[in-house]
Nanobody, 121 residues
Framework: QVLLTESGGGSVQAGDSLRLSCIISGRPATTHIVGWFRRAPGKEREHVATISWTGGRLYYSDSAKGRFAVSRDKFANSVYLQMDDLKPEDTAIYYC??????????????WGQGTTVTVSS
């Protein structure tokens, strides 16, 4: 069973930075993709940034490009999201994800419990 534990959320001012961390427990040898999604108030969950575990290929949403950076540490079984120049529209619950073979839609990932990021203007 893959368990994902996020940390690093908080309340900040616009323009500030935050670094989210996620520890992956029970990670299988076949890990393919890890990363982050978010759900803003009143909106559906959306992709933020993901990275391939072995090759390090990066995938960013348009809103994340240029401000956020996803990375992973194979030895620490962890994935990170560095968020710079935060904006109020980045306010959301951020979820760590790990691919889940055989799933469909949201079931194609394991999900963490989420960590809340609040950005005030």
């Amino acid at each position: 069973q893959v368990l994902l534990t996020e940390s690093g959320g908080g309340s900040v001012q616009a323009g500030d930075s935050l670094r989210l961390s996620c520890i992956i427990s029970g990670r299988p040898a076949t890990t393919h993709i890890v990363g982050w999604f978010r759900r803003a108030p009143g909106k559906e969950r959306e992709h933020v940034a993901t990275i391939s575990w072995t090759g390090g290929r990066l995938y960013y949403s348009d809103s994340a490009k240029g401000r956020f950076a996803v990375s992973r540490d194979k030895f620490a079984n962890s994935v990170y999201l560095q968020m710079d120049d935060l904006k109020p529209e980045d306010t959301a619950i951020y979820y760590c994800v790990h691919d889940r073979p055989g799933g469909d839609g949201e079931d194609s990932y394991y999900w963490g419990q989420g960590t809340t990021v609040t950005v005030s203007s």
